[in-house]
């Protein structure tokens, strides 16, 4: 079938121009190509492509500019992003046609590698996968957003692309019988045996390796052509060199790798390094704890004196982060990654947020003093195990507020000339930077010395660190306020038809990282200005949506509908999906095409839930209710309780957390606790005696288990996951809250009481602020705890934990901007975003108030 590209439409976003073919059938997803080109070459390709398009049926899109492309291509956005500067949805049983005419008119041309799909001819840019046609997303089970692809059997498979090349499993590959280049036994002509991989970037891999003439072990640093290329036409390959070029100046330097070997396959290229130690010290902090007292000063030391090698042979490292200090097994420290170093003041251009980029320099020769603001965020790194904060435009504020997060984790006089000595080194001014490595280097930063940290770093260095928020009655006001503005103004953009089709990404529909959780929480708010307007504005976007969604409460239309039915919004459909013969009501199975899963956030305990709150809604006489709905909503639930007491719906298998890790099978959105509530909150809206039987179990069950967890959460190397609402203790301490008060039975609440003093120690070296894995859910705990034993300690605790999330967040204090689970951005979900953090701070002002999920 032929045809012109003038017959077809057109338009364009701030990413993407279109085509569009009006012969293309409807697709949700299939076969697509991608055409890589470099930046400077995007319209050339586009003039090669656009014809052979023209001879077939199909849609497709180009990056916008070569701008636009060089950010695709530099992996910021993500590794599936780069290469792709155009993207063809074929017709069905064209893509292996249309693939080879691309071939033939882009042979011999160049662009970065896709990593996420396979090349259909090695001499052409030209690649394949199976992925979506159309945007169709929903939160997935650890709270990503999915770009969900639906088999002929109802198997789903996420369809975003990733860092390797997949398919699911309905889809036979159509160029499968085509001959691919064997991949050999190894790198460097198989002399280099790679053995482990160390990191997996769009810029390119970093092995682990056995040189087999030397038989020594070393590291293999791969540079890939042509990504992040810059405007001077230097790309990652550029960087590594540069890189060799620094190590041979650094030959023989103590705390550094030797380069040893550099070679080119294809068009990517790759440097041969000794192998300084399998642990950094990012690794080190997250397994075994922050730093603390002698080892904290012994590292900063230790550092210092690499850093003053380093500097002596004229290198300025330019990169030091946690991520780069590789610790052996005697703790001495490495340095690696000198990718973007300076030798005699040149060097590429690049820098790390938060720790090298807040001092890099426009002009002028990079400087050692540099190297030191970069050392003072690594050292507050590993005496808290939280990064720079970074969402806030102004560097200052984001300076000022990672040093008062230092002064919650490190509060006291023990700690004042450490807190001083980061401040200083924290500086904007490099002369008190440099000031404050030398009082460092002559250990006169140590107590007793007679420099006062009360009176806070030296002259212009910025704030005292641990100088703290006073968070009163006015300030919480103000801030519910104005955050309240900010999740209405985000309700408004979802709904506005013309910042939908500039997003790159649709707004998700449900509860917990979409439309439905922004909604539920502003129905708290109808009273401020400007809420009505937007909640109705959100329900009627909502309910219009055409979304592919599970039965799930947290991630799929039971909690839609309950959004609708508090914004009395009828959902479509909605008496299909309260009847238990529709397979809309409950799963069929699980994702992955087993029993259905019992958990709260995707599966029966989740739904249960959400029938039970509908239930509730139903009985309270809404005008627009239809009769009947409770008793049909409770049947549902009822449905649910039978699935999980006959074990058709069952809890995924995880496996045995080693020590230090967060215990998922406990935790509430995957685990027993999650399960244990909705039995709990069954039993006691109906009162049937087995299922008030069934309740105590499980609760006896999660009680018996929490010493444990609690006891683990305490170990040196716990991780600060254990606090957190939707795997650690804010989420198993709330459901003990709940069983003390419906089972009579006291003792679960001083267990939960444990757990919110446990989380309590946790929260200063908590990195989020959200509902999900962050603070507010720890704060959500203290306000349950606090209502319920009447003890103003756990009132105290919950404003402590507001104020932390201050010091994590930007803005000012009455006017903060709350990051999401990307800590560079704000956006205004519940589980990730500002919602959920409106939604502590509401029920901390009202000392109480409705809790989302909880039947109060």
Same mark, same amino acid.
């Given at each position: ?167 699911? !499993?309905? +889809?036979? %590959?159509? @160029?499968? /019988? *085509? $001959? ?8 460097? =002509?198989? #002399? ?64 550094? !790798?030797? +380069?040893? %070997?550099? @070679?080119? /396959? *294809? $068009? ?8 300084? =130690?399998? #642990? ?66 040149? +060097?590429? %251009? ?84 440099? +000031? ?421």
């Amino acid at each position: 079938m032929t045809g012109s590209i003038a017959g077809r439409s057109g338009g364009s976003d701030d990413t993407w121009s279109y085509l569009n073919d009006p012969r293309m059938p409807a697709m949700e997803h299939g076969w697509k190509l991608h055409v890589s080109a470099r930046p400077g070459e995007l319209e050339a390709a586009v003039a090669l492509v656009l014809p052979v398009l023209a001879r077939h049926v199909c849609h497709a899109k180009w990056a916008r500019d070569p701008e636009t492309l060089r950010e695709l291509n530099s992996g910021a956005r993500s590794a599936g992003s780069v290469g792709k500067a155009i993207t063809v949805y074929p017709a069905p049983g064209t893509v292996v046609a249309l693939a080879d005419e691309l071939v033939a008119v882009l042979r011999g041309r160049e662009g970065p590698p896709v990593v996420s799909d396979r090349r259909v001819d090695p001499h052409a840019p030209v690649y394949y996968r199976y992925g979506p046609f159309t945007g169709d997303y929903r939160t997935g089970r650890s709270g990503r957003l999915e770009s969900v692809m639906t088999g002929p059997d109802g198997q789903l498979f996420d369809g975003l692309a990733g860092a390797s090349y997949r398919r699911p !499993p309905w +889809a036979e %590959d159509p @160029f499968e /019988h *085509r $001959t691919r280049p064997r991949t050999g036994a190894g790198l460097g =002509g198989g #002399r280099y045996l790679v053995t482990g991989g160390i990191a997996r970037k769009p810029q390119g891999n970093v092995y682990r390796a056995l040189d087999r003439a030397t038989r020594a072990p070393v590291v293999v640093k791969q540079a890939r052509a042509f990504v992040a290329e810059d405007e001077s036409g230097a790309d990652t390959r550029d960087r590594l060199r540069n890189e060799r070029r620094i190590l041979r100046a650094l030959d023989g330097v103590t705390g550094v !790798p030797r +380069a040893l %070997d550099y @070679f080119r /396959h *294809r $068009t990517d290229e790759y440097l041969v390094m000794t192998d300084c =130690g399998a #642990r950094d010290l990012r690794r080190t902090v997250q397994q075994d704890g922050p730093y603390r007292d002698d080892a904290l000063q012994d590292l900063a030391a230790r550092l210092l004196r690499v850093l003053d090698d380093v500097h002596r042979r004229g290198v300025v490292v330019r990169d030091l982060k946690p991520d780069n200090v590789v610790l052996d097994s005697s703790l001495r420290c490495r340095l690696v990654d000198f990718g973007i170093s300076a030798l005699d003041g040149a +060097a590429p %251009d690049g820098s790390t947020p938060g720790y090298s980029g807040p001092v890099r320099r426009g002009a002028g020769a990079a400087e050692a003093a540099d190297d030191y603001y970069a050392l003072g965020a690594t050292l507050c790194f590993a005496a808290t195990g939280l990064d720079p904060v970074l969402v806030d435009t102004d560097p200052a504020v984001n300076r000022d507020r990672t040093l008062l997060g230092l002064g919650r984790a490190l509060p006291g006089p023990e700690h004042r000339a450490f807190r001083a000595l980061v401040g200083d080194l924290m500086s904007f001014d490099p002369k008190v930077r440099a +000031a404050g490595a030398e009082r460092l280097r002559t250990g006169t930063h140590a107590p007793g010395n007679g420099h006062s940290a009360d009176s806070g770093p030296s002259a212009g260095s910025g704030p005292v660190p641990g100088r703290r928020f006073r968070l009163d009655d006015g300030l919480l006001t103000e801030i519910i306020d104005h955050t309240t503005a900010f999740c209405v103004a985000e309700a408004h953009r979802i709904t506005d038809p013309t910042a939908a089709a500039r997003a790159a990404v649709p707004t998700p529909i449900d509860v917990y990282g979409g439309s439905s959780g922004l909604g539920l929480e502003l129905l708290h708010h109808r009273h401020r200005p400007g809420v009505r307007d937007a909640v109705e504005a959100l329900a009627h976007w909502t309910a219009g949506q055409s979304r592919n969604l599970s039965p799930g409460f947290y991630s799929g239309r039971t909690g839609v509908e309950l959004f609708l039915a508090g914004a009395h919004l009828d959902p479509v459909g909605a008496s299909a999906d309260t009847d238990t013969t529709s397979p809309s009501a409950l799963p069929l199975s699980g994702p992955g095409g087993g029993p259905p899963e019992a958990d709260l956030i995707e599966g029966v305990a989740g739904i249960g839930v959400g029938r039970l709150l509908l239930a509730r809604h139903a009985a309270a006489g809404d005008a627009r209710t239809p009769g009947g709905h409770a008793e049909r909503h409770l049947a549902v639930a009822a449905a649910c309780a039978r699935m999980l007491a006959a074990g058709t719906a069952r809890l995924t298998p995880s496996r045995t957390d080693p020590a230090g890790r967060a215990a998922l099978a406990e935790g509430l959105a995957h685990g027993e606790a999650g399960v244990a509530y909705f039995l709990l909150e069954y039993g006691h809206a109906t009162g049937d005696p087995t299922a008030v039987r069934r309740a105590r179990t499980a609760c006896a069950r999660l009680a018996a288990v929490t010493p444990d967890v609690l006891a683990a959460s305490a170990a040196p190397g716990a991780t600060r996951r254990y606090g957190s609402w939707c795997r650690g203790l804010a989420g198993i301490g709330a459901v003990l809250v709940r069983a003390a008060d419906r089972l009579a039975a006291p003792e679960y609440l001083a267990l939960a009481e444990d757990a919110a003093r446990r989380c309590a120690d946790l929260a200063p070296r908590m990195p989020l602020v959200t509902q999900c894995c962050g603070l507010a859910g720890v704060g959500e705990l203290m306000v349950d705890v606090a209502m319920a034993s009447g003890k103003a300690e756990f009132w105290d605790a919950a404003e402590t934990v507001a104020a932390i999330i201050l010091c994590r967040s930007g803005g000012t204090p009455a006017r903060p901007v709350f990051p999401d689970t990307g800590l560079t951005r704000s956006s205004a979900t519940w589980a990730g975003g500002s919602a959920g953090v409106l939604a502590f701070l509401r029920r901390l002002h009202d000392r109480g108030g409705p809790r989302l999920g909880l039947l109060d």
